[in-house]
């Protein structure tokens, strides 16, 4: 299995840019998750799914920021307008269900830099 | 509300010797899972070893392994026989109901 696909691995662009980060779960997996990790605020939950359907989007951080999943292969990441306090590493991760018994498999994360 | 709490912000050992990273959680929830998650300077979150709540038994993975005091809520991991491999951030994480909660993490440095 190639495990979580993330896509584009680095992105530099300009404040005022649309920003759009991919992410391909692991295949079966039903569960998806999207993290941002910044070194003042650690990792952060943003929002995650459960078949496709958004189940907690409390941790996105303002209308800014959006996050679709129109099947269950593929899910992305929308920053417009971005800014530059929006740099960071933001992770996806998939699981096989959201339950207490499943482990979260990470993606190997996109850089972002919004100068 | 769940908390993760990591006290000790960076740590070292010498190669080959074992170290111990502590953890500790707050969680109402009677089901929950636990994790160690491993960020080397690639910056991909690799699990390192998982426990369930309920059990009593310690998860082992090889040279790693974890110390569970569900009363305490203590969750620390300890790695044996550190490689220089295991320099990285360690995450604690806990699982409950539909939410996972993390660490500020360690900064662990394996020296030579």
């Known amino acids: 299995d190639a495990g979580v696909i993330q896509s584009p691995r680095h992105e530099v662009t300009e404040m005022g840019q649309e920003v759009t980060l991919r992410c391909k779960p692991i295949?079966?997996?039903?569960?998806l998750f999207w993290y941002r990790q910044t070194m003042m605020r650690g990792l952060e939950l943003l929002i995650y799914f459960n078949n496709n359907v958004p189940i907690d989007d409390s941790g996105m951080p303002e209308d800014r920021f959006s996050a679709k999943m129109p099947n269950a292969s593929f899910s992305t990441l929308k920053i417009q307008p971005s800014e530059p306090r929006d740099s960071a590493v933001y992770f996806c991760?998939?699981?096989?269900?959201?339950?207490?018994?499943?482990?979260?498999?990470f993606g190997p994360g996109t850089r972002l830099t919004v100068l | 509300a769940q908390t993760v709490t990591q006290s000790q912000p960076e740590m070292s050992v010498q190669e080959a010797e074992t170290v111990t990273l502590s953890c500790t959680y707050d969680t109402s929830e009677n089901n929950y899972y636990l994790f160690w998650y491993k960020q080397p300077p690639s910056r991909q979150m690799i699990l390192v070893i998982r426990q369930e709540a309920y059990k009593q038994q310690n998860a082992t993975e090889n040279r790693f392994s974890v110390n569970f005091q569900k009363a305490a809520k203590s969750f620390s991991l300890k790695i044996s026989d550190s490689q220089l491999g295991d320099t990285a951030m360690y995450f604690c994480?806990?699982?409950?109901?539909?939410?996972?909660?993390f660490g500020t993490g360690t900064s662990l440095t394996v020296i030579p």
């Open positions: 991760a998939s699981s096989l269900r959201v339950g207490s018994t499943d482990t979260q498999y």
């Open positions: 994480a806990i699982h409950t109901g539909n939410q996972f909660y």
């Open positions: 295949s079966g997996h039903n569960s």
